[in-house]
């Protein structure tokens, strides 16, 4: 088996909501591209600066939009989304019209610490879903203003000298 089918096999015997687990092993399949990503850093071209800024007014480095492209392309189209919002984005991401809209939203920071990465410090990625409040319709920017008590599942993943995946759905 691999990991990400032990993952789905783990996620399904905790009784999940119809979508989560395919919404959460799709997350975690990225995170599986982030970390590759991150170990190439300058093999790969993936250190500097990108030349823009993000939300946040930070200095975005190149690995913050690689690593928010991954996160995108490998969640857009499995259907279970109706948006996404990432720090490295000034506006909600709309699921392209060729895809399927689901009912849950992804919020995440794709490489949280990217500036660690040039002195070789882990970095990670950040995510929350939570559902949208009206299943199949594209989301909007205020669908996401939700209290965290709101969430459906939070999780994060650690990439070092190994990679560690963390969720939770609340129930401590």
């Known amino acids: ?18 979508g989560l687990v395919e919404t959460l092993t ?3 399949a990225a995170c599986v ?10 093999l790969v071209g993936a250190l500097g600066a990108s030349g823009a800024v993000n939300v946040q007014d930070e200095e975005q480095k190149k690995l913050d939009v690689i690593t928010n ?18 720090e490295e984005m000034d506006e909600v991401y709309a699921i392209p019209n060729k895809y399927p809209l689901g009912k849950y ?8 610490g990217s500036s660690n990465v040039d002195v070789n410090i882990s ?9 949208a409040p009206v ?9 996401f ?8 599942c939070a999780g994060y993943a650690i990439y070092g000298s190994s990679t560690m995946l963390v969720l939770t759905f609340g129930h401590g």
Request: aromatic share 4%; proline share 2%; hydrophobic share 50%.
């Open 105 to 112: 939203l992804l919020v995440f920071d794709p490489l949280d």
């Open 26 to 28: 799709t997350a975690a």
């Open 123 to 131: 970095v990670g990625t950040i995510f929350s879903i939570l559902k």
């Open 145 to 152: 203003l939700q209290t965290g008590t709101q969430q459906v």
């Open 33 to 42: 591209e982030i970390r590759q990503v991150v170990a190439g850093g300058a």
């Open 69 to 86: 492209d991954i996160m995108i392309r490998s969640n857009e189209w499995a259907g279970h989304l109706a948006g996404m919002a990432s």
């Open 135 to 143: 299943a199949g319709r594209a989301a909007k920017m205020e669908d």
């Open 1 to 18: 088996m691999t990991a990400r089918t032990d993952l789905a096999a783990h996620l399904a015997s905790l009784d999940l909501p119809q």
